[in-house]
Protein backbone atom coordinates (compact mmCIF):
# COMPACT_ATOMS: atom_id res chain seq x y z
CA UNK A 1 0.00 0.00 0.00
CA UNK A 2 1.19 3.28 -0.96
CA UNK A 3 1.26 6.11 1.58
CA UNK A 4 0.78 9.78 0.03
CA UNK A 5 2.01 11.47 2.80
CA UNK A 6 5.09 14.00 1.57
CA UNK A 7 8.18 12.13 2.82
CA UNK A 8 9.37 13.76 6.36
CA UNK A 9 12.02 15.98 6.32
CA UNK A 10 15.44 14.78 7.71
CA UNK A 11 14.59 15.13 11.44
CA UNK A 12 16.35 12.26 12.62
CA UNK A 13 19.19 12.82 15.25
CA UNK A 14 21.67 11.40 12.52
CA UNK A 15 24.86 13.43 11.07
CA UNK A 16 22.97 14.61 7.92
CA UNK A 17 19.86 15.68 10.67
CA UNK A 18 22.16 17.78 12.55
CA UNK A 19 24.04 18.91 9.07
CA UNK A 20 20.69 20.25 7.68
CA UNK A 21 19.31 21.67 11.43
CA UNK A 22 22.61 23.37 11.64
CA UNK A 23 22.43 24.52 7.94
CA UNK A 24 18.92 25.76 8.37
CA UNK A 25 19.82 27.87 11.59
CA UNK A 26 23.14 29.32 9.27
CA UNK A 27 21.74 30.37 6.32
CA UNK A 28 18.21 31.64 8.31
CA UNK A 29 20.55 33.56 10.59
CA UNK A 30 21.24 37.38 9.52
CA UNK A 31 21.28 39.66 12.02
CA UNK A 32 21.53 36.89 15.01
CA UNK A 33 21.52 32.82 14.78
CA UNK A 34 20.72 32.50 18.33
CA UNK A 35 16.66 32.62 17.90
CA UNK A 36 17.07 30.73 14.77
CA UNK A 37 18.70 28.07 16.66
CA UNK A 38 16.31 27.81 19.17
CA UNK A 39 13.05 27.76 16.81
CA UNK A 40 14.93 25.19 14.91
CA UNK A 41 16.47 22.66 17.72
CA UNK A 42 13.15 23.15 20.13
CA UNK A 43 9.91 24.06 18.08
CA UNK A 44 10.26 22.60 14.52
CA UNK A 45 12.43 18.78 15.99
CA UNK A 46 11.74 18.68 18.89
CA UNK A 47 15.15 17.76 19.81
CA UNK A 48 15.27 19.25 23.24
CA UNK A 49 12.32 20.45 25.55
CA UNK A 50 12.54 24.00 26.45
CA UNK A 51 14.11 22.93 29.79
CA UNK A 52 17.35 21.05 28.29
CA UNK A 53 17.51 23.81 25.55
CA UNK A 54 18.44 26.56 28.46
CA UNK A 55 20.28 24.11 30.36
CA UNK A 56 22.93 23.62 26.97
CA UNK A 57 22.77 27.29 26.34
CA UNK A 58 23.99 28.16 29.89
CA UNK A 59 26.71 25.76 29.51
CA UNK A 60 27.22 27.29 26.06
CA UNK A 61 27.38 31.03 27.00
CA UNK A 62 30.06 30.68 29.67
CA UNK A 63 32.45 28.76 27.13
CA UNK A 64 34.44 30.85 24.77
CA UNK A 65 33.17 31.17 21.31
CA UNK A 66 29.71 32.06 19.91
CA UNK A 67 26.73 30.27 22.01
CA UNK A 68 25.52 29.36 18.62
CA UNK A 69 28.54 27.16 17.28
CA UNK A 70 28.88 25.51 21.31
CA UNK A 71 25.40 24.46 20.85
CA UNK A 72 26.40 22.58 17.67
CA UNK A 73 29.01 21.30 19.44
CA UNK A 74 27.43 20.04 22.32
CA UNK A 75 24.28 18.83 20.38
CA UNK A 76 26.00 17.46 17.82
CA UNK A 77 28.61 15.19 20.52
CA UNK A 78 24.99 14.12 22.05
CA UNK A 79 23.66 12.60 19.02
CA UNK A 80 26.39 11.24 17.11
CA UNK A 81 29.52 11.75 19.29
CA UNK A 82 32.88 13.93 17.92
CA UNK A 83 31.78 13.32 14.10
CA UNK A 84 28.61 14.73 14.86
CA UNK A 85 29.99 17.89 16.62
CA UNK A 86 31.46 18.26 13.09
CA UNK A 87 28.67 17.38 10.92
CA UNK A 88 26.87 20.52 12.68
CA UNK A 89 29.46 22.89 12.36
CA UNK A 90 30.36 22.46 9.01
CA UNK A 91 26.73 22.58 8.93
CA UNK A 92 26.38 26.05 10.92
CA UNK A 93 29.29 27.47 8.49
CA UNK A 94 28.64 26.13 5.45
CA UNK A 95 26.50 28.66 3.75
CA UNK A 96 27.43 31.74 5.83
CA UNK A 97 31.40 31.61 4.66
CA UNK A 98 29.95 30.87 0.82
CA UNK A 99 28.06 34.32 1.20
CA UNK A 100 30.68 35.93 3.27
CA UNK A 101 32.97 35.21 0.65
CA UNK A 102 30.83 36.38 -2.07
CA UNK A 103 30.29 39.65 -0.67
CA UNK A 104 33.62 40.12 -0.16
CA UNK A 105 34.79 39.63 -3.30
CA UNK A 106 31.50 41.70 -4.66
CA UNK A 107 33.12 44.57 -1.83
CA UNK A 108 36.55 44.30 -2.77
CA UNK A 109 35.65 45.16 -6.64
CA UNK A 110 33.81 47.88 -6.07
CA UNK A 111 34.93 49.27 -3.00
CA UNK A 112 36.26 52.66 -4.63
CA UNK A 113 32.64 53.35 -6.16
CA UNK A 114 31.81 56.61 -4.10
CA UNK A 115 27.87 54.58 -3.52
CA UNK A 116 29.97 51.71 -2.23
CA UNK A 117 32.18 53.70 -0.01
CA UNK A 118 28.91 55.51 1.63
CA UNK A 119 26.94 52.60 1.73
CA UNK A 120 29.62 50.58 3.92
CA UNK A 121 30.16 53.87 5.94
CA UNK A 122 26.87 53.16 7.21
CA UNK A 123 25.85 49.65 7.71
CA UNK A 124 29.52 50.53 9.49
CA UNK A 125 27.74 52.83 11.72
CA UNK A 126 24.76 50.66 12.15
CA UNK A 127 26.70 47.76 13.27
CA UNK A 128 28.40 49.43 15.64
CA UNK A 129 24.84 50.72 16.92
CA UNK A 130 23.62 46.64 16.87
CA UNK A 131 26.64 45.84 19.03
CA UNK A 132 25.71 48.59 21.74
CA UNK A 133 21.85 48.16 21.69
CA UNK A 134 22.87 44.40 22.06
CA UNK A 135 24.76 44.59 24.86
CA UNK A 136 22.17 46.92 26.36
CA UNK A 137 19.90 43.97 26.17
CA UNK A 138 22.14 41.69 27.79
CA UNK A 139 22.16 43.81 30.52
CA UNK A 140 18.98 44.53 30.83
CA UNK A 141 17.75 41.29 30.95
CA UNK A 142 20.62 40.24 33.29
CA UNK A 143 18.97 42.46 35.78
CA UNK A 144 22.77 43.04 37.47
CA UNK A 145 23.27 43.61 40.89
CA UNK A 146 25.80 46.06 42.10
CA UNK A 147 29.15 43.85 41.63
CA UNK A 148 27.50 42.81 38.28
CA UNK A 149 27.26 46.14 36.82
CA UNK A 150 30.77 47.29 38.23
CA UNK A 151 32.67 44.13 36.76
CA UNK A 152 30.89 44.83 33.48
CA UNK A 153 31.41 48.75 34.09
CA UNK A 154 35.39 48.07 34.51
CA UNK A 155 35.80 45.57 31.70
CA UNK A 156 33.88 48.30 29.25
CA UNK A 157 36.08 51.55 30.57
CA UNK A 158 39.25 49.87 30.58
CA UNK A 159 38.82 47.17 27.50
CA UNK A 160 36.47 49.69 25.46
CA UNK A 161 37.55 53.45 26.08
CA UNK A 162 41.36 52.95 27.75
CA UNK A 163 41.84 50.16 24.89
CA UNK A 164 44.16 47.94 27.41
CA UNK A 165 44.86 44.47 26.65
CA UNK A 166 42.18 41.89 26.50
CA UNK A 167 43.18 38.76 28.25
CA UNK A 168 44.95 40.63 31.21
CA UNK A 169 41.88 42.97 31.90
CA UNK A 170 39.58 39.75 31.98
CA UNK A 171 41.64 37.37 33.93
CA UNK A 172 41.88 40.38 36.88
CA UNK A 173 38.18 41.13 36.43
CA UNK A 174 37.08 38.10 36.16
CA UNK A 175 39.54 36.83 39.30
CA UNK A 176 38.37 39.82 41.12
CA UNK A 177 34.75 39.28 40.45
CA UNK A 178 35.03 35.60 41.43
CA UNK A 179 36.28 36.44 45.26
CA UNK A 180 33.86 39.25 45.88
CA UNK A 181 30.87 37.52 44.59
CA UNK A 182 31.78 34.24 47.46
CA UNK A 183 32.19 36.81 49.75
CA UNK A 184 29.08 38.36 49.20
CA UNK A 185 27.36 34.99 49.00
CA UNK A 186 29.42 33.99 51.99
CA UNK A 187 27.59 36.80 54.24
CA UNK A 188 24.05 36.05 53.07
CA UNK B 1 49.95 45.35 6.40
CA UNK B 2 52.58 41.92 6.05
CA UNK B 3 50.71 39.65 7.76
CA UNK B 4 51.78 35.65 7.01
CA UNK B 5 49.33 32.53 7.08
CA UNK B 6 50.88 32.02 10.77
CA UNK B 7 50.68 35.05 12.16
CA UNK B 8 47.06 34.96 11.17
CA UNK B 9 46.80 31.87 12.92
CA UNK B 10 48.34 32.89 16.50
CA UNK B 11 46.84 36.04 16.03
CA UNK B 12 43.29 34.62 16.22
CA UNK B 13 43.69 31.29 17.80
CA UNK B 14 45.28 33.43 20.82
CA UNK B 15 41.86 35.43 20.93
CA UNK B 16 39.93 31.89 20.63
CA UNK B 17 39.58 31.23 24.24
CA UNK B 18 38.99 34.70 25.78
CA UNK B 19 35.98 34.96 22.84
CA UNK B 20 33.72 34.98 26.30
CA UNK B 21 30.10 35.74 24.62
CA UNK B 22 31.67 35.28 20.89
CA UNK B 23 33.59 37.04 18.52
CA UNK B 24 32.27 40.25 18.50
CA UNK B 25 33.40 40.53 22.46
CA UNK B 26 37.20 40.42 20.78
CA UNK B 27 36.54 43.10 18.62
CA UNK B 28 38.13 45.77 20.63
CA UNK B 29 41.21 43.56 20.75
CA UNK B 30 41.71 42.78 17.23
CA UNK B 31 41.33 46.80 17.10
CA UNK B 32 43.88 47.43 19.33
CA UNK B 33 46.17 45.06 17.63
CA UNK B 34 45.35 45.03 14.30
CA UNK B 35 44.84 48.67 13.47
CA UNK B 36 47.32 50.68 16.34
CA UNK B 37 50.16 47.96 17.17
CA UNK B 38 50.49 45.70 14.00
CA UNK B 39 49.02 48.69 10.80
CA UNK B 40 47.84 45.76 9.21
CA UNK B 41 44.57 48.04 8.53
CA UNK B 42 43.38 51.37 9.03
CA UNK B 43 40.34 52.13 11.12
CA UNK B 44 38.03 52.68 8.14
CA UNK B 45 39.18 49.37 6.40
CA UNK B 46 38.14 47.63 9.94
CA UNK B 47 35.24 48.93 10.43
CA UNK B 48 33.99 48.67 6.68
CA UNK B 49 34.72 44.60 6.81
CA UNK B 50 33.12 44.25 10.40
CA UNK B 51 29.49 45.65 8.94
CA UNK B 52 29.95 43.86 5.64
CA UNK B 53 30.30 40.46 7.81
CA UNK B 54 27.45 41.58 10.31
CA UNK B 55 25.27 42.17 7.28
CA UNK B 56 25.67 38.75 5.98
CA UNK B 57 23.83 35.70 8.16
CA UNK B 58 25.69 33.46 10.28
CA UNK B 59 27.52 33.09 13.57
CA UNK B 60 29.17 36.55 14.51
CA UNK B 61 32.43 34.03 13.98
CA UNK B 62 32.34 35.03 10.48
CA UNK B 63 33.65 38.75 11.51
CA UNK B 64 36.96 36.90 12.21
CA UNK B 65 36.80 35.18 8.60
CA UNK B 66 36.39 38.38 6.61
CA UNK B 67 39.41 39.69 8.48
CA UNK B 68 41.47 37.04 7.26
CA UNK B 69 40.48 37.42 3.46
CA UNK B 70 41.34 40.61 3.50
CA UNK B 71 44.66 39.72 4.67
CA UNK B 72 44.94 37.28 2.97
CA UNK B 73 42.48 35.98 0.49
CA UNK B 74 40.73 32.61 0.43
CA UNK B 75 43.95 30.80 2.40
CA UNK B 76 44.01 33.41 4.73
CA UNK B 77 39.48 33.24 5.66
CA UNK B 78 40.56 29.59 6.11
CA UNK B 79 43.30 30.40 8.25
CA UNK B 80 42.09 32.91 10.44
CA UNK B 81 38.08 31.08 10.84
CA UNK B 82 40.13 27.66 12.20
CA UNK B 83 42.56 29.37 14.18
CA UNK B 84 39.52 31.17 15.88
CA UNK B 85 37.32 28.36 15.92
CA UNK B 86 39.78 25.01 16.91
CA UNK B 87 40.42 26.19 20.51
CA UNK B 88 36.87 26.89 22.23
CA UNK B 89 35.74 24.34 19.67
CA UNK B 90 37.95 21.27 21.95
CA UNK B 91 37.27 23.16 24.88
CA UNK B 92 33.22 22.76 24.40
CA UNK B 93 34.01 19.23 23.20
CA UNK B 94 36.31 18.53 26.55
CA UNK B 95 32.94 20.07 28.28
CA UNK B 96 30.22 18.11 26.68
CA UNK B 97 32.36 14.85 27.83
CA UNK B 98 33.70 15.83 30.93
CA UNK B 99 31.79 18.21 32.64
CA UNK B 100 28.23 17.38 31.71
CA UNK B 101 28.16 14.48 34.05
CA UNK B 102 30.09 15.84 37.15
CA UNK B 103 28.82 19.28 36.80
CA UNK B 104 27.94 20.90 40.47
CA UNK B 105 25.14 22.96 39.26
CA UNK B 106 26.38 25.54 42.27
CA UNK B 107 29.88 25.90 40.65
CA UNK B 108 27.81 26.82 37.18
CA UNK B 109 25.79 29.08 38.63
CA UNK B 110 28.51 30.98 40.13
CA UNK B 111 30.78 30.75 37.11
CA UNK B 112 28.07 32.20 34.91
CA UNK B 113 27.45 34.94 37.48
CA UNK B 114 30.84 35.90 36.97
CA UNK B 115 31.02 35.77 32.90
CA UNK B 116 27.67 37.18 32.30
CA UNK B 117 28.28 41.05 33.44
CA UNK B 118 31.86 40.35 32.01
CA UNK B 119 30.02 39.52 28.76
CA UNK B 120 27.69 42.41 27.99
CA UNK B 121 31.25 44.95 29.43
CA UNK B 122 32.92 43.32 26.44
CA UNK B 123 29.67 43.40 24.23
CA UNK B 124 29.27 47.40 24.98
CA UNK B 125 33.17 48.10 24.92
CA UNK B 126 32.94 46.56 21.34
CA UNK B 127 30.37 49.05 20.56
CA UNK B 128 32.35 51.51 21.57
CA UNK B 129 35.49 50.92 19.80
CA UNK B 130 33.12 50.30 16.90
CA UNK B 131 31.89 53.31 17.09
CA UNK B 132 34.47 55.11 17.46
CA UNK B 133 36.33 52.89 13.85
CA UNK B 134 33.46 53.79 11.86
CA UNK B 135 32.41 57.58 12.97
CA UNK B 136 32.72 59.95 9.60
CA UNK B 137 30.28 62.39 10.41
CA UNK B 138 27.26 63.62 12.63
CA UNK B 139 25.65 61.66 10.30
CA UNK B 140 27.59 58.20 10.92
CA UNK B 141 26.61 58.91 14.76
CA UNK B 142 23.48 59.09 13.98
CA UNK B 143 22.91 56.04 12.28
CA UNK B 144 24.76 54.11 15.28
CA UNK B 145 22.53 55.99 18.14
CA UNK B 146 19.13 55.09 15.91
CA UNK B 147 20.58 51.47 15.48
CA UNK B 148 20.98 50.91 19.13
CA UNK B 149 17.99 52.09 20.02
CA UNK B 150 15.81 50.24 17.25
CA UNK B 151 17.96 47.00 19.00
CA UNK B 152 17.05 47.81 22.25
CA UNK B 153 13.47 48.65 22.11
CA UNK B 154 12.09 46.71 19.15
CA UNK B 155 12.18 43.20 17.85
CA UNK B 156 12.67 44.48 14.28
CA UNK B 157 15.29 42.25 12.70
CA UNK B 158 18.61 44.46 12.88
CA UNK B 159 19.47 43.21 9.09
CA UNK B 160 17.10 46.21 7.89
CA UNK B 161 18.02 48.37 10.02
CA UNK B 162 21.63 47.89 8.64
CA UNK B 163 20.33 47.85 5.06
CA UNK B 164 18.56 51.47 5.24
CA UNK B 165 21.70 52.92 7.03
CA UNK B 166 23.85 51.78 4.19
CA UNK B 167 20.81 53.19 1.82
CA UNK B 168 20.25 56.47 3.71
CA UNK B 169 24.48 56.85 3.50
CA UNK B 170 24.17 56.51 -0.44
CA UNK B 171 21.67 59.01 -0.46
CA UNK B 172 23.08 61.51 1.85
CA UNK B 173 26.18 60.80 -0.42
CA UNK B 174 24.49 61.41 -3.85
CA UNK B 175 23.42 64.53 -2.38
CA UNK B 176 26.78 66.18 -1.74
CA UNK B 177 27.05 65.51 1.82
CA UNK B 178 30.48 65.61 3.24
CA UNK B 179 31.16 62.05 4.18
CA UNK B 180 35.05 61.81 4.15
Redesign the interface.
Known amino acids: MKSLAVPSPDYKKSHSGLFLAFLKIGVCGSGGVASWAYRVIVEERAWLTEAEYAEMLGVASILPGANTVNIAVLLGDRYCGFLGSISALSGLLLMPIAILFAIASLYERFSFEADVKHAVAGAAAATAGLVIGTGLKMMRNLKPDLLALASGGAIFVTVGLLQTPMTSSLLIAAAATLVLRVALERRQ | MNASLSDIARFFA ?1 L ?9 A ?4 M ?2 QIV ?1 HLHWMDD ?1 TF ?2 L ?13 VV ?2 IG ?2 MAG ?1 AG ?1 AVA ?1 LA ?2 I ?3 C ?3 I ?3 V ?2 RY ?1 DNDI ?1 R ?22 R ?4 SI ?3 A ?10 QTRV ?3 F ?10 I ?3 AGFA ?2
Not at chain 2, 16 to 24: H, Y
Not at chain 2, 50 to 62: D, E, K, L, R, T
Not at chain 2, 133 to 136: C, L, N, S, T
Open positions: SSLVAIGGANTIPEHRNRAGIGVAQAAPGPNVISIWHALTMLPSVLAFMSRVRAWLIRRVLAPIAFGLILASGAVMTAADRLTLITLGMALLVLNPLGIVAAAGAAVAGRFF
